[in-house]
């Protein structure tokens, strides 16, 4: 079980993936109030659909960046830049006087979000312990069902406010203090990963690094664990690769996994789903009203669904298992739902749209549950540290940029051939049904350097002597700190001695 002080890292670390889910949903909500309309002067339909399409091209960037700069600033370093970045954006879409203010805070906003969404899950999954790293790494992704969650929320009841600029801008202002709150974390009490800081040669930091995050270890296993890291590490920091190329030749498998990991989830559906929900549900005959509280109750199974089985199932039940339950499961409700929609989306038969809702709830049921915080994590621990931050940011760019497409499909794909549109998601995600059953093995309870074994490459075995070696320099270094410790002690001694014996002889004028 994971002990609270890794809890705590996990839940501040999953600020940045709250702010993703928030930001991605509230603009749903923000272009849909007449008075932003109005304020903006009435764009047209390709600015309005601009608002998204921006954001997710700022997402890729920000994935991007973590591929080119992440490694070189670090985990704390690159997230704190990416905090900077994202208060930058969310105040600027506040602030907006015009159309083309609020998408450069869009574009802004994306590049921070998109950052972190890629960094986040790496960063848990090195500072995690094999046995609740499905906890602690899923935790990312509630992040981003819970921002998901209270967008739908805050816009519904923000929907009750006055006509004027309150409607939309109070939503929005909502996401400017926690850029700064998770930097002043990352400032103070984060830790830092101890496997990035071994890839950089800083070995006694990611020591006192490890120890922080690993304090559930005993002596002996806290030595034999940190051996195996570096061990690890040092030989896999002896096949570094230099070009993309390289990639694939040394370490081919595991990149190509993670890559589809992360492209399988745009292309299951799931943010055509999200985005157009209200479209969707405008098409069964329901009013405004109830749209926005049915979109509050979506997000809401969301975010329970997403946590109950991060905590119950990742780390017991195996990543594995859940993407293919997942994915199988998936398949069935899509064929469910385009059949409810079809039937009775142009009738007034209220318990068959009931039925045809359901649908979509079932939807986001199945799709959090097993799929959501599972690939953001496999996506991370499945690659070695010489290729995480690379790799990881390439995946998480190829989920903006499919997802870019499938959106922008989206409305015509919706008018032209209707609930058809489902099926396209039923024969992609069938695909991805067959690759992970062929080639994605199990990784729970296993560390990042144990993983390797999975897929076939080499693991470097740690002799005694190794342990040894951990052993004697923390002895080392708890017998300098047991020193230090009696010079104070013996110091705060004669000084309290000196305070309490009478004063000397003092001179007399």
């Keep these: ?154 816009g519904f009841a923000c929907s009750y406010a006055g006509y004027g600029h309150t409607q939309w801008r109070l939503p929005l202002g909502l996401q400017i203090p926690w850029g700064v709150i998770m930097f002043i974390g990352l400032a103070t009490f984060m830790p830092d990963s101890p496997r990035q800081l071994l890839r950089n040669g800083k070995v006694d930091s990611a020591r006192r690094e490890f120890i922080k995050v690993r304090r559930d270890l005993q002596s002996h296993q806290a030595h034999e664990e940190f051996a195996l890291m570096r061990a690890q590490i040092e030989f896999e920091m002896a096949r570094e690769v230099k070009s993309i190329k390289e990639v694939f030749e040394l370490f081919g498998r595991r990149a190509t ?130 290729l995480r931050s690379k790799v990881m940011g390439l995946a998480a760019a190829s989920h903006f940029i499919v997802n870019v497409a499938i959106t922008e499909a989206g409305p015509s794909a919706f008018a032209n051939i209707g609930e058809n549109y489902y099926y396209v998601f039923v024969g992609c995600t069938l695909f991805f049904l067959i690759v992970v059953y062929l080639i994605f093995p199990e990784t729970r309870r296993k560390t990042l350097e144990e993983i390797a074994r999975a897929f076939g490459d080499k693991v470097v075995l740690v002799d005694e002597g190794l342990v040894d070696r951990e052993q004697a320099v923390l002895a080392k270094r708890d017998e300098e700190n047991g020193s230090i410790s009696k010079v104070e002690n013996k110091n705060q001694a004669t000084a309290s001695t000196t305070s309490s014996a009478p004063p000397s002889h003092a001179s007399v004028s």
């Design 257 to 386: 996994v993670s890559i589809i990991a992360q492209t399988m989830t745009s292309l299951t559906g799931v943010n055509v789903i999200q985005y157009y929900q209200t479209t969707l549900y405008k098409s069964l005959g329901i009013q405004q009203a109830t749209i926005l509280a049915l979109a509050g109750v979506y997000g809401t199974i969301a975010f329970v669904s997403n946590t109950i089985t991060t905590k119950y199932l990742t780390d017991q039940w195996g990543r594995r298992n859940m993407l293919l339950t997942g994915l199988a499961g998936l398949i069935v409700i899509m064929i469910y739902a385009a059949v409810m929609q079809r039937e009775f989306q142009n009738t007034d038969n209220r318990i068959g749209k009931g039925f045809a809702v359901l649908g979509i709830y079932l939807y986001v049921a199945m799709y959090y549950a097993m799929i959501n915080s599972t690939t953001w994590l496999y996506g991370a621990e499945v690659l070695p540290i010489a």
């Design 1 to 154: 079980m994971a002990g609270w002080y890794s809890l705590g890292i996990a839940f501040f670390a999953a600020i940045g993936t709250f702010l993703f889910g928030f930001d991605t949903g509230i603009a749903t909500t923000t272009i849909a109030h007449q008075s932003w309309i109005d304020y903006m002067n009435h764009p047209s339909n390709g600015l309005t659909g601009a608002v998204v399409a921006v954001y997710i091209a700022g997402e890729a960037v920000g994935a991007l960046a973590q591929t080119f700069i992440g490694d070189r600033l670090g985990r704390i370093r690159f997230m704190q830049l990416m905090c900077i970045i994202v208060t930058i954006g969310t105040t600027i879409q506040t602030a907006s006087v015009n159309i083309g203010m609020f998408l450069a805070g869009r574009v802004i906003a994306g590049v921070a979000v998109g950052g972190m969404v890629a960094t986040v899950p790496i960063y848990l999954s090195e500072i995690s312990p094999p046995d609740s790293r499905g906890l602690i790494g899923g935790i990312s992704g509630c992040g981003i069902s819970f921002g998901t969650m209270m967008s739908n929320w805050v």
